[in-house]
């Protein structure tokens, strides 16, 4: 049974950065792709980052330069290192696991973390 464990969120002022990790329980990480997604209230959940087996990464347009995703096999976990935070990048972020070797920004994943809340204040 897979188990996604995401914490690190929390509140912060714009500009501010943040450090989310996922650590995965009846997985490993860095054999499939992997993701982080977010979803603010009212709004539908979007992808923000994937990461391949081969940490080879790929970045929706609004992520690309600020945020990073990483993952570190040893520790069995996935990491989002995100900067230069904004007031809309509020939102709850949550990782998610696959079976694909394929990573493609928009892959659909089956297995998900509860969830980290990502405040940012203006």
């Known amino acids: 049974q897979v188990q996604l464990q995401e914490s690190g969120g929390g509140s912060v002022q714009a500009g501010g950065s943040l450090r989310l990790s996922c650590e995965a329980f009846?997985?490993?990480?860095?054999?499939?792709?992997m993701g982080w997604f977010r979803q603010a209230p009212g709004k539908e959940r979007e992808n923000v980052a994937v990461i391949g087996p081969d940490s080879s990464a790929d970045y929706t347009p609004f992520a690309q330069g600020r945020f990073t995703i990483s993952q570190d096999k040893a520790r069995n976990t996935l990491y989002l290192q995100a900067n230069n935070l904004k007031p809309e990048d509020t939102a709850m972020y949550y990782c998610a696991a696959s079976f694909s070797f394929y990573c493609p920004i928009h892959l659909q994943f089956l297995e998900w973390g509860q969830g980290t809340q990502v405040t940012v204040s203006s």
């Open positions: 009846g997985y490993t990480v860095g054999t499939y792709c």
